[in-house]
Structure formats: C-alpha cells, structure tokens
C-alpha cells in the first residue's frame, strides 16, 4: 500500500479501510510475508545453461557497446569537447601520488580513512580525465598514453584495491592487506568499473607502448576480482549465508557484473561469474519491502536502489532482453522512493547516514524511469542534469569518473529534450519504511512539509531515530536531522552510539525518565496508524518500545497532525515510575528567539521560519548552541545548530503535551 498524490495523478489520497490497515500493520511487525519474500525473480529468469545461451553473442555487445561510446563522443559539442581535452591535458605530466603504508595504516591507528581514500580516487581521477581525452582526441593520441600507462601501472601495483576500512573481511584481520588475499568491496568495485572500460576502450591503443599493459590490466582484474568471487561465498554482502545485505550487494555485483562482461575471455568463467551474480543480487531483491522504501536513506539510493537498476539494465543489454524482470511491480517502486522522499532541490528526508543535501545519480533515475515507464523519475533526472543550465554541465562536473562518464554520455541526447520537473508530492506514505512525506501543495516547494518515520533501530546505516520527524517551510530547513558526519573507525564500531549524531537526543525526539533510544531492531514503533480526517493527516506510533526497559514506560503516544498551514506534535504518555524529569530534543539551524509560551525561529538572511506555540506551564524551554568541528556537518547546516529542549515540568506519571508549529 503506498499512497501518492502529485500533480500528475487525480487518485484520492488514502481512501482505505482501517480494517484493512490494521491488518497490513500488524502482518509487517509480525513479518508475514513482507521483508524475507522468496521471489528469486533472476534466478527464475535464467539456469545456468540458459545464461550461456543468452550471453552467445557477447562479443558482439561489446563492440556495441564501445561503438556507442565513441559515437557519444563525437556528438559532443566541440565546448564540451575542448573543456574535456583541458581536463585531461591538465594529467599529462600528473606526478601520481604514493600510498604509503603509514597512510593505510591510519585507519587502524586513529580511524582516519580519508587521507588514504583521497589519495587513491586522485589517482583514479587522473587516470580517468586522461582516458577521456585519448577517446576525444581519438586516433590512440600518444601524447597521452604514457601518462595512461603510469596511471594503470600505478594502480595495478596496488597492494589492494579494497579501503582500509574493509580489511575485516578478510579471512583474518589484519590492519594491512593479507598477502595473496583479495577481497571484494566497495573500493575494489569502483576500481574494477573503470579498469574494464579502460581494458574495452583502449586497450588495442596500449598495445602500442608493449601488449604487456593490456594483459595486465586482465591478470589483475582475473586475480582481484573474477577468482574471488567465484571461490568464495563467504562474502557478507552476497547474502548466500542468510545476512541481512544492504546497499552493498548490487554496488559489487555490479562492478562484478560489468567486468565480466566487458573484459572476461573464457566463456565457462563469464556464465558462472554472470549467474552467481544473480543468485546475489536476489537476495538483496528478497529482503527489499514491498514499498519499495529502502532503509538506509536517500543518501544511499544511489548506491542501493540505483546500483540495482544499472546491473539490471547491462543485464537485460548482454543477454539481448532475455534476462529482464524491471516489469516487476516493486523495481519501480524502488525507483519512485527516491522522489517520494524529495523535499526540494537537493533536500531530501534524510535519516540515517545521510547528509543534509543529496544529489541523485541522474543515470540511475533515467535508468529507473526507462524500464519501468515512469516519466516523473526521466523528468526528475532530467532537472538534475539541466540544474547548472545544460546537460553537458553535470557531464563536465562529473568528468573525473570514468564509469559514470560512460553511463552518462548515451543519455544526454534524451535528456536534452526532457522536460526539467521536481515532482513535490502532495503526500505519500510507505507502510513498510513507515515513511510519511507531506505538503501544504502539490507541485510546489511553498508552503509546510513533514517528513516523520516509525520504524526500527535496526536498519542499515542506523541512527536512533524511531519516531523522528522535520519540517522544512518553503522549501528550506526548520526542523532538522542533522544526518551523518565524516565517516572514521568509529562510525562502524562498537562505539557507533556514542557519536552524538547516532543518538535520538539529537533528533527531534523525547528523553525519558532520563534514557535515550536504543539500538536494536526490537527497539521500534508499534502501533503506527495513518488517517486522513476532514482535511487533517494524522500519523500516531507508541514510542515506548524504542525505549529500554529501566526508563519505566507503559506507552509513550507520539501524534502529528499536518493540517496544510500547520503543524500540531502531541505527546501522551504513561510512566511506571518517575525517575527524573523527561524532555523533548528539537534540532534547528535557524535563530531562535524565545518567549512565554512561543519561540520564533528564524533565518538571518531571508527572515523566512517557523513559529513554535506552547504551554510554558507545561514545558519550559531552553536553547543551547552545537558547535560543529566535522567538515561534513559543517558543509550541511553550518558552523552551528541548536538544540531546543522542552522539559516536561509536571511529575504526574500521565500527562500530556502539545507543541503548534505555523509558517512565519
């Protein structure tokens, strides 16, 4: 059941029976046939033999598919063109930095994963800018192949292709790369991508330095990544030991997916490579919701949803159509979550780890929206890639990635003459997620928006957020989540719920009795229930279970009304015992000015916010001040923040509150 009304649609928002609803509620908290779905859509599509057959003719696709780019490339307009030479010619004499083991050996010793990660995608942006030069230039230009043979040397001698981050799944940790151990990761994955297309697009060209080159780059692809993968399934990301997978799973299979077919040379190798990758990606398929919500955010569609829709789609191209199931319900539903969750612009509903503005990749949205037919994802995508005036400038910005220079350049001709629309739903709803997006109007950033969620504590990339909810007002943010800093050690430890951001009071959520949320997927909302009434949505959940135990809760009714030109939050608890006095968290980037019985927040530059009405006798208010030091914060809602902290003044072990937010 997902629920949508934009200005496309004439369908009634919410017309449903709450019988109905109640029984959908109950089977998701119970797991009836909703998260663990055995649908094995692709292996139902293909046994083994099937896929040798379907992939007969994959050398032919693979001409295809360089005589596709080349031909991209040559209706460039000469301005992009030469912009893209300058580019290039910038790494002509590039000094290709070293990897130091003291450098890799950081994120063991302090957590710092960014100084080795920077110094490793800089030596895959040279060797991609001058990869787009040589193919510009054409006729296997010299004056860029020695640059072009350092960079791939240089790569090749890489101990690892995989992050430091990543070494846990080794067979043994150890805080250097085991040797003769290769493991397949997000890092290895990326550099696979851009390895093959340098393998398919130039390789005849590196024959002239020596042959030597070319037969590197696919020992080491053989070596790094069609071996281990084969060999091992051990892999947590592929699912085949019955984890929980997460965006992972279709960023590897992939990059598995596209190396083979552009690179592998033996026939037995490439079907058995192709079909285990199925097997994979149907696990991640299995345990998506029906909703197609996915969990982790809109900061990591990307690399979820839309991994999924680019190894999908090279599927469907190498077996000729044969393998193909974006026919499937749910695949579009996985695409549309995307702009489901958009608030405006480049502000999205951002639990989890996400940062506070997000840029889709514009390939995956027109993927999405080609094979499932849907044109608002194809107009959504089209606004990105048009945001800086003209297609050909989110090509240029995104010109030091080989991988997406190639799945860009077939699309921009059809993005050219696509309409640019952002969709601003009216509202939607998705029962699984528990994900309530909606605005004071349809097609417009003006106005109010809610995004409030139930949930679990256990999703992937997880914060302690159940219950969390932010409100932006035309389009700009009042009510926030701060969403993640920088990524370190940390991030990904035992110690991931003491970062501030990780703990629910950072959110917009109650302290009670003294306690935080809990982490856990037992730590979630119950009794969720969605109404639309005279004019009103209303979305209420018991928070009490994302609680632990020692907070002495019986319930704890979180209700949010949205009611067009407000906002109305209640709060309706029973304590068992009263501890100590429990407070409400609200996160803000705007000024805050108090007063008895309303705050008014407000933003210095365009006097644009929102007014907060409360009972002083009820709650009394107090801001302080967050400073940041994180980079990533700082680029999200800047050097500060402020909390807003509502202390319940009554002791009674049942009482009641409520806060009234208006536009200024």
């Keep these: 059941m997902i629920f949508e009304n934009h200005p496309s649609s004439n369908r009634h928002i919410m017309k449903f029976s709450m019988r109905v609803w109640t029984f959908c509620v109950v089977a998701m908290v119970l797991g009836i046939g909703k998260l663990s779905a055995q649908r094995n859509w692709l292996a139902g599509q293909a046994t083994l033999a099937q896929v040798r057959d379907d992939l007969s003719g994959i050398n032919q696709w693979r001409q295809n598919q360089k005589q596709m780019i080349l031909d991209a490339i040559n209706a460039l307009p000469d301005s992009v063109k030469k912009k893209l030479i300058q580019n290039a010619d910038h790494y002509v004499k590039f000094d290709w930095p070293t990897l130091p083991a003291t450098t890799f050996l950081e994120f063991s010793q302090n957590g710092n994963r960014t100084h080795y990660e920077k110094i490793m995608h800089a030596r895959r942006q040279a060797l991609s800018a001058l990869t787009i030069g040589m193919l510009i230039n054409g006729n296997g230009d010299s004056a ?29 940790y150890t805080p250097l790369p085991n040797p003769g151990e290769n493991i397949l990761d997000l890092g290895n994955g990326g550099t696979s991508e851009l390895m093959s297309w340098v393998y398919l697009l130039i390789g005849q060209d590196l024959d002239r330095v020596s042959k030597v080159v070319a037969d590197r780059i696919y020992f080491e692809l053989e070596k790094r990544v069609m071996e281990p993968y084969l060999v091992r399934s051990d892999f947590w990301w592929m699912g085949f030991k019955g984890q929980s997978v997460n965006n992972w799973n279709p960023f590897v299979n992939n990059s598995v997916l596209l190396t083979s077919l552009l690179v592998e040379k033996k026939p037995a190798r490439l079907d058995s490579v192709v079909h285990k990758t199925m097997l994979s990606v149907d696990k991640f398929i299995n345990q998506y919701p029906e909703d197609g919500g996915c969990d982790e955010g809109p900061g990591y569609w990307s690399m979820a949803g839309g991994a999924l829709i680019s190894y999908l789609s090279k599927l469907k191209s190498a077996s000729n159509g044969k393998i193909d199931i974006a026919a499937q319900p749910l695949i579009g539903k996985m695409g549309a979550f995307i702009y489901r969750s958009n608030i405006d612009e480049h502000y ?38 048009k945001q ?82 932010i409100i932006y007002v035309d389009g700009m943010p009042a009510i926030i989540d701060l969403g993640v800093g920088t990524y370190t050690k940390q991030t990904f430890s035992k110690d991931r719920y003491k970062i501030f951001t990780m703990q629910s009071a950072w959110h917009n959520l109650p302290t009670i009795n003294g306690f935080m949320q809990k982490e856990g997927k037992s730590y979630r909302a119950k009794d969720i229930q969605l109404s639309q009434i005279k004019g009103k949505t209303v979305l209420s959940m018991d928070l009490g279970e994302a609680y632990p135990k020692e907070a002495d809760i019986e319930y704890w009714k979180r209700n949010i009304e949205f009611l067009d030109n407000a906002i109305e939050l209640e709060e309706s608890y029973q304590l068992k015992n009263y501890l100590t006095a429990s407070e409400l968290s609200l996160m803000t980037p705007l000024s805050v000015s108090t007063n008895k019985g309303f705050l008014i927040l407000k933003d210095r530059h365009s006097g644009k916010g929102i007014k907060l009405y409360f ?20 680029h999200s809602w800047g050097k500060e923040v402020y909390r807003i902290r509502f202390k319940i003044l009554s002791k009674k072990l049942f009482n009641t509150y409520k806060i009234r937010f208006t536009e200024l």
């Design 144 to 172: 860029y192949l020695p640059a072009i043979v350092n960079g791939i040397w240089t790569i090749c001698e890489e101990s690892t292709w995989a992050y430091p981050a990543h070494l846990s799944l080794q067979r043994k």
């Design 348 to 385: 999205f509903v951002n639990y989890g780890d996400a940062h506070g503005e997000v840029t889709p990749n514009v390939s995956a949205l027109y993927a999405f929206g080609e094979a499932c037919k849907n044109d608002t994802l194809k107009q959504f995508a089209a606004w990105y890639a």
């Design 388 to 469: 800086g005036g003209s297609v050909y400038d989110y090509l240029l910005n995104n010109r030091n990635a080989l991988e997406s220079f190639v799945d860009y350049l077939p699309i921009c001709q059809s993005l050219i003459h696509e309409k640019a629309v952002l969709p601003y739903i009216k509202q939607s709803w998705l029962p699984d997620l528990q994900q309530l997006t909606v605005r004071t109007e349809a097609g417009a950033a003006k106005g109010l928006f809610l995004g409030a969620k139930g949930g679990t504590n256990g999703a992937s990339h997880n914060h302690n957020d159940v219950g969390n909810f």
């Design 615 to 634: 009972n002083p006798k009820v709650l009394q208010a107090t801001v302080e001040t967050k400073i940041f030091s994180d980079p990533s914060l700082i």
